[in-house]
Nanobody, 124 residues
Framework: QVQLVESGGGLVQAGGSLSLSCVAS????????MGWFRQAPGKEREFVAA????????NYADSVKGRFTISRDVSKNTMYLQMNSLKPEDTAVYYC?????????????????WGKGTLVTVSS
């Protein structure tokens, strides 16, 4: 059974940092692109960041560029999201995703696998 499990969410003050992890199990994701999405209350799920199978190609939403960093450790089947300079508008449930094709993650369509999410709350 394929699973993506996020962790690392929590409550942090504005300006603070959090690091999210996504551990994949049930198969090897070394050839998969992976990404992070978020959904704030009352809003649609939106793209945050993605990287290709090697980790050498990364993409970010404009709203997080320069503050968030996506990375992966293929040997551990784990992806990370380092979030710095957090703002109250970053408050959301954060989801990790995996797909064979990077453009499907960037375009948020037809994605193969999703995690169940971890809540990040940024207080002002």
């Amino acid at each position: 059974q394929v699973q993506l499990v996020e962790s690392g969410g929590g409550l942090v003050q504005a300006g603070g940092s959090l690091s999210l992890s996504c551990v994949a199990s049930g198969r090897t994701f070394s050839s998969y692109a992976m990404g992070w999405f978020r959904q704030a209350p009352g809003k649609e799920r939106e793209f945050v960041a993605a990287l290709d199978w090697s980790g050498g190609v990364t993409n970010y939403a404009d709203s997080v560029k320069g503050r968030f960093t996506i990375s992966r450790d293929v040997s551990k089947n784990t992806m990370y999201l380092q979030m710095n300079s957090l703002k109250p508008e970053d408050t959301a449930v954060y989801y990790c995703a995996a797909d064979r094709l990077l453009h499907r993650i960037k375009g948020n369509y037809g994605i193969d696998y999703w995690g169940k999410g971890t809540l990040v709350t940024v207080s002002s």
